[in-house]
């Protein structure tokens, strides 16, 4: 079976245990989740769970059948056609070209998000694919830190 990417969302009652609950589910498949990002949904008391792995059809079938089943999850989308993003910020040395920096997260939907007396943080926010391509290009800045958010995913 061929192990592809998948991205899937699950609406949850927003209490606790509820995170614990639904990546218990991947890790009893014996299944690695790449990315997670959990955020509140404005005036409600759900919070939306974009969760992206890899995985066989039938084994993520399996896992969103099983997502529908646990008591305060509301809906589980595997998403199909959907916009994707995701946020990486990058230290680098004070001593490197600021506009080169600007120009490349600018390339990438970013900018710098903060400067100090001896370091430059750039931030992009794009596709997972672009975003490791922008890490790529940004080696030849010296990056000192690189911390990546996770994917968000809604459905066109």
Not at 124 to 148: G, M, S
């Amino acid at each position: 079976m061929k192990k592809e990417r998948r991205v899937i969302s699950v609406i949850v009652m927003n209490e606790s245990s509820v995170l614990a609950r639904v990546t218990a589910l991947f890790a009893g498949r014996g299944y690695n989740i790449e990315s997670l990002t959990v955020a509140p949904i404005p005036e409600s008391d759900m919070s939306h769970i974009t969760i992206a792995t890899k995985g066989d059809a039938k084994v993520m079938e399996q896992i969103t059948k099983q997502l529908h089943k646990l008591i305060p999850v509301y809906k589980v989308i595997e998403h199909e056609e959907m916009v994707e993003k995701e946020m990486v910020l990058v230290k680098f040395p004070v001593e490197e070209s600021l506009s080169d920096i600007q120009v490349l997260c600018m390339a990438y939907n970013g900018g710098i998000a903060n400067v100090g007396p001896n370091m430059v943080i750039g931030m992009v926010a794009d596709e997972p694919k672009r975003v490791q391509h922008f890490l790529e290009a940004a080696q030849r800045y010296n990056p000192i830190e690189v911390v990546r958010g996770g994917v968000v995913a809604i459905e066109r």
